[in-house]
C-alpha cells in the first residue's frame, strides 16, 4: 500500500504559478513511476504529466506542455509539478497517483494509488 497526499493547491490570477506536491508514505516510493491528472467540473479525469521511477522517462499532456515541470525526490518520498503561465482553464482538482505499470500511459486505470487531490483555481 502507498498512501499518497497531494498540497500546493490554491487561487492564483492568470499568468501565476504554483507548486503542487505529492508526499508517499508507506511501500517504496521508488518501486512506483508517478503521475498528475486533474479533474474538472463534469469531465472526466485527465492525465497531466507522467514521470518514471529514476525520473529519467517523463511526459506531458499537450495542454500542459512547456508550462509544467513534473519532478521527483525519491530520497523525500515526494514528488512535484510545477505549474506555470496559469490559465483559467487550468483550473481542476489536481491528483496524484502511482503506477507500477512498466510503460508510459494516461490510462487512470493502469494508477494504482491515488491521493485525495488538491484544488487549483485560476482567475482571470
Known amino acids: 500500500q502507498v498512501q499518497l497526499v497531494e498540497s500546493g493547491g490554491g487561487l492564483v490570477q492568470a499568468g501565476g504559478s504554483l507548486r503542487l506536491s505529492c508526499a508517499a508514505s508507506?511501500?517504496?516510493?521508488?518501486?512506483?513511476?508517478m503521475g498528475w491528472f486533474r479533474q474538472k467540473p463534469g469531465k472526466e479525469r485527465e492525465f497531466v504529466a507522467r514521470?518514471?521511477?529514476?525520473?529519467?522517462?517523463?511526459y506531458y499532456a499537450d495542454s500542459v506542455k512547456g508550462r509544467s515541470t513534473i519532478s521527483r525526490d525519491n530520497a523525500k518520498n515526494t514528488a512535484y509539478l510545477q505549474m506555470t503561465s496559469l490559465k483559467p482553464e487550468d483550473t481542476a482538482v489536481y491528483y496524484c497517483a502511482a503506477s507500477v505499470f512498466p510503460s508510459f500511459t494516461t490510462r487512470t486505470s493502469n494508477y494504482d494509488y491515488w491521493g485525495q487531490g488538491t484544488q487549483v483555481t485560476v482567475s482571470s
Open positions: 508507506g511501500r517504496t516510493f521508488g518501486d512506483y513511476n
Open positions: 514521470i518514471s521511477r529514476l525520473g529519467n522517462g517523463i
